[in-house]
C-alpha cells in the first residue's frame, strides 16, 4: 500500500529565507511520480511541482524546488526567499501506476500535511 | 471561466435534505475525481471517472452518488447525510496521457456543514 508521511506538522520561516518541507514515501512500485501541493485558508489546493520517479535531475519550478532522494524514498520540498503569501498547508502526494482500461489514471495517496508561516 | 470550478462555494444542510455539488472542468481533461478534506486528516478519494466511466469507488456509502454526464461536468448527489460528512469537498481533474505525470488541477471546494 501506498504511504505518504509528512513529519512536520508545522514550520515557521523568516520572510526571505528558505525552508524545506519533508516529505517520505512508501511504495513497492518501480514507477511512480511526486507531487507537492500549497493549499491556502481559502481551500484551494495548488499543483506545485511533480517529480517521476525515473527522473535523473531533481525538478524546479520557480522558487520551488524538489530535493528527491529515491534510495531514501524522501522527496523534501524547498521553498528559496520565502513570501508572505507562501503562509498555507503544504501536501506531499503519490501517484501510483494504477492502470483502467489502458490508460493510467493516477490515484493519489496525499501526507498530513504541513502548515507553513512566513514571519515577516 | 477557467481551471476547475465548483459550486456552490459554501453549503448547510439538514440530514433529511437532498442536494448537489456541482464541477465544472474548462481544461479539455478525461478524468474526473471527487475527494473528501475532513479536520485533522488527509485528503480521502472518493471517485474517480475515466473518460465519463466510474473507475473508482472508494467505499464510499451510498448516501452520496457520482454523476458524469460528460468529460467537462461531476456531480456529487447527496441525501441523508450525517454530522460525521461535514467537510471540503474538493473536485480535480486530468489529462490522462498514459504517462507519469497525470497531474491533477483542483477546484476551490465546497464547505459542506450537516446539521
Known amino acids: 500500500a501506498q504511504k505518504i508521511t509528512q513529519t512536520q506538522p508545522g514550520m515557521f520561516v523568516q520572510e526571505k529565507e528558505a525552508v524545506t518541507l519533508d516529505c517520505t514515501y512508501d511504495t513497492s512500485d518501480q514507477s511512480y511520480g511526486l507531487f507537492w501541493y500549497k493549499q491556502p485558508s481559502s481551500g484551494e489546493m495548488i499543483f506545485l511541482i511533480y517529480q517521476g520517479s525515473y527522473d535523473e535531475q531533481n525538478a524546479t519550478e520557480g522558487r520551488y524546488s524538489l530535493n528527491f532522494q529515491k534510495a531514501r524514498k524522501s522527496a523534501n520540498l524547498v521553498i528559496s526567499a520565502s513570501q508572505l503569501g507562501d503562509s498555507a498547508m503544504y501536501f506531499c502526494a503519490m501517484k501510483d501506476g494504477r492502470w483502467a482500461g489502458g490508460t493510467s489514471y493516477g490515484k493519489l495517496t496525499f501526507g498530513q500535511g504541513t502548515i507553513l508561516t512566513v514571519h515577516p | 471561466e477557467t481551471g476547475v470550478t465548483q459550486t456552490p462555494r459554501h453549503l448547510v444542510m439538514g440530514m433529511t435534505n437532498k442536494k448537489s455539488l456541482k464541477c465544472e472542468q474548462h481544461l479539455g481533461h478525461n478524468a474526473m475525481y471527487w475527494y473528501k478534506q475532513s479536520a485533522k486528516k488527509p485528503l480521502e478519494l472518493m471517485f474517480v471517472?475515466?473518460?465519463?466511466?466510474?473507475?473508482e469507488n472508494n467505499s464510499v456509502p451510498s448516501r452520496f452518488s457520482p454523476e458524469c454526464p460528460n468529460s467537462s461536468h461531476l456531480f456529487l448527489h447527496l441525501h441523508t447525510l450525517q454530522p460525521e460528512d461535514s467537510a471540503l469537498y474538493l473536485c480535480?481533474?486530468?489529462?490522462?496521457?498514459?504517462?507519469?505525470?497525470?497531474?491533477?488541477?483542483f477546484g476551490p471546494g465546497t464547505r459542506l456543514t450537516v446539521l
Open positions: 480535480a481533474s486530468s489529462e490522462l496521457s498514459g504517462g507519469d505525470t497525470d497531474t491533477q488541477y
Open positions: 471517472y475515466n473518460f465519463k466511466e466510474q473507475t
